[in-house]
């Protein structure tokens, strides 16, 4: 398995667990994070060396990056698996699928590239790639099969895992949070190039909520290795806030919050199974920018307005995310709560929509995979 930066590992942890429910003895390794490591899978090359933010950023690591693929390449088909898995991460594991599967090694991709948003020429490559691809939204199977991949909709392993009625009161004991204070949860992302680029504006905006609304309560939930760099930008860019700062805790400061200021990403939709209203933000290097809004086929870009086909709640992009928008933009959360309960129930039929048993239907999914082998 292959799983790229802090999602990547969530997913890929979440999946191996139905794997080893199915095969007690199923040794797997690769390139993960902790939450893989916590399910005995042994990692050759932790996912932070994977987590990189932008084209611009990618160039600057390409070098180490193709060399960590190359020698995994030649590992594995030394080893010959059973089966590679690639989670997500598409731009370093459908290279490396690809040459796994001309020698007869079985592919999934567990997580359809999002080919439906941008960069549609993907499908392709994925088709030479992998054998199967597990997907996790409902309507991307169908668009594959157009493509002659073969897929299965497994929904998404969040949707298991998080809980549809919210834990609030537990999640703000365990942050000491009182159940009558207003709470934001302040997330610029798990990426360091999204905590260079993102974390001042959120800083930014923290300041002006303070001002707005002293009683408001700020946590921040900080990514495993990012705790430095945070802590430099706070410095910099945020000293004297109350910020609460946890050492991951994500679930928790979701659970507990009222709202949450967020980077785009997965992260998006752990708010939304959680029910939270939010208010999305991007930022990356100028280069990154200009390229990737090019290629964009859709008007949304955070994942719950893709997935309700609706601008269901604020997206903040590039120069647009500034501290004073941002700030304005959550406090309409706090100012409006008949919107944010409207928003909860829309959020909560997409749980629904979402909740399959991903684990248990990925892993029938790689059973029949393998018995056709």
């Known amino acids: 398995m292959v799983a ?28 993960g994070g902790p939450k893989l490591a ?52 598409p731009d370093f594991n459908l290279g490396l699928e690809a040459r796994l599967k001309t020698v007869g090694i079985r592919t999934v991709h567990f997580v359809c590239p999002s080919i439906w948003a941008w960069r549609g020429g993907r499908a392709k490559r994925l088709a030479r790639s992998t054998d199967h691809v597990l997907c996790l939204f409902p309507f991307e199977p169908e668009l594959l099969r157009g493509h002659g991949i073969q897929a299965t909709y497994v929904g998404h392993p969040l949707a298991d895992a998080i809980p549809l009625q919210v834990p609030r009161a537990a999640a703000r004991a365990a942050l000491g949070l009182r159940d009558d204070e207003a709470v934001l949860a302040v997330m610029p992302g798990s990426r360091r190039g ?24 700020f946590v921040l939930p900080v990514a495993p290795g990012l705790r430095g ?32 200021l967020i980077a785009s990403g997965t992260a998006t939709l752990e708010a939304a199974l959680f029910k939270r209203p939010m208010v999305i933000a991007y930022r ?9 809004k090019r290629m964009r086929y859709q008007p949304w870009v955070g994942l719950p307005n893709i997935l309700c086909r ?8 590039q120069h647009d995310a500034t501290p004073r928008a941002l700030a304005d933009a959550v406090l309409q959360w706090f100012d409006a709560p008949q919107r944010a309960a409207a928003l909860e129930q829309r959020f909560m039929d997409l ?23």
């Open 194 to 217: 999204e905590i260079t680029h993102l974390l001042p504006a959120f800083l930014g905006a923290v300041r002006l909520l303070h001002a707005a609304r002293p009683q408001l309560r």
């Open 310 to 317: 609706d601008f269901v709640v604020p997206e903040l992009l």
């Open 4 to 31: 790229g930066e802090a999602s990547g590992d969530l997913l890929a942890s979440l999946l191996l667990g139905g794997l080893k429910a199915r095969w007690p003895g199923l040794s797997a390794t690769g390139i």
């Open 38 to 89: 916590a399910q005995g899978f042994t990692a050759w090359w932790p996912s932070e060396k994977l987590a990189v933010h932008g084209y611009a950023e990618a160039l600057r690591h390409y070098r180490e990056i193709s060399g960590i693929r190359d020698a995994l390449a030649e590992r594995l088909l030394r080893e010959k698996p059973d089966l590679f898995i690639g989670v997500d991460a």
């Open 284 to 292: 990356m290097a100028a280069l990154s920018w200009h390229i990737m």
């Open 351 to 373: 749980h629904h929509l979402l909740r399959r048993d991903t684990a248990r239907t990925a892993t029938d999914a790689i059973a029949r995979l393998l018995d056709g082998a």
């Open 229 to 260: 760099l945070v802590d430099a930008q706070i410095a910099a860019h945020g000293a004297g806030l109350p910020l609460v700062l946890l050492d991951g805790r994500s679930h928790e400061a979701l659970a507990a919050c009222d709202a949450t």
